[in-house]
């Protein structure tokens, strides 16, 4: 489809939401990309056909149905529900925003944090003896992220509910990497230090605009989730 070529992540919202991907039996989709056509970093971006079926199946896990409640529909209350955040799919080091709000309406944002300084990466944060992925997790870490990321999420100009804060969860797309675990366990890997280093139910506060303090590394917090370990803060 064309909107495959322009913005993998939307297409695949679009694609997901609106029941096209089946997830069972019969039904089962897969996807194929082919080689690009077009010189830009977004079709050339490696991702997978096997990963792209994989994170539709996280987006259709994460944003459960659910009826919209008629008591805020008539009150008029407007609040985010749940962000889905997204990594490397669209192109490296785009960070895309699934975000859902309490009237079942979905929104895709998509900000690059490429230009996020950071500071050389200390030999124990390595990964697999590289460190382009540990730059990543870095700048991810960083409160300029934190920060750039709560300017497009306002651009939406849907609040932030005080009383019920928006769910969030990240997905990593490890296609630029080479990770240092089978493929099997690639996948829990990177989002296990992803959604280690930002807090899950504190959108919009203080806690969610303070850097994660390691006290372990990456490649230690990543082969922790590969067993269901969670990180101690």
């Given at each position: 489809m064309p909107m495959f070529e322009s913005n993998l992540v939307e297409g695949l919202a679009r694609c997901t939401f609106?029941?096209?991907?089946?997830?069972?039996?019969k039904h089962l989709s897969t996807f194929e990309k082919p080689a690009a056509q077009?010189?830009?970093?977004?079709?050339?971006?490696p991702v997978s056909g096997g990963a792209?079926?994989?994170l539709a199946t996280e987006i259709n896990n994460f944003f459960e149905s659910f009826k919209?409640?008629?008591?805020?529909?008539?009150?008029?209350?407007?609040?985010?529900?749940?962000?889905?955040?997204?990594?490397?799919?669209?192109?490296?080091?785009?960070?895309?925003?699934?975000?859902?709000?309490?009237?079942?309406?979905?929104?895709v944002i998509n900000f690059n944090i490429q230009k996020i300084a950071i500071k050389k990466v200390p030999p124990k944060l390595r990964i697999g003896g590289d460190t382009a992925l540990a730059e990543f997790?870095?700048?991810?870490?960083?409160?300029?992220?934190?920060?750039?990321?709560?300017?497009?999420?306002?651009?939406?100009?849907?609040?932030l509910s005080a009383t019920i804060l928006p769910r969030l969860l990240i997905w990593v797309n490890g296609a630029n990497y080479n990770l240092p675990?089978?493929?099997?366990?690639?996948?829990?890997?990177?989002?296990?230090i992803a959604n280690t280093l930002w807090p899950h139910n504190s959108i919009g506060t203080r806690e969610h605009l303070k850097p994660f303090h390691l006290n372990r590394t990456f490649d230690e917090i990543g082969k922790a989730s590969m067993h269901g370990k969670k990180e101690q803060i």
């Open positions: 609106s029941g096209y991907v089946g997830f069972g039996g077009v010189q830009s970093d977004i079709a050339m971006n792209l079926f994989e919209v409640s008629s008591r805020e529909l008539m009150a008029d209350i407007h609040y985010i529900r749940e962000i889905l955040m997204i990594c490397h799919v669209n192109k490296l080091n785009t960070l895309s925003l699934i975000v859902r709000d309490n009237l079942g309406e979905q929104f997790f870095m700048r991810l870490n960083s409160q300029e992220c934190r920060l750039l990321f709560m300017r497009h999420l306002s651009a939406l100009k849907i609040p675990v089978t493929p099997k366990f690639q996948q829990n890997y990177l989002n296990g």
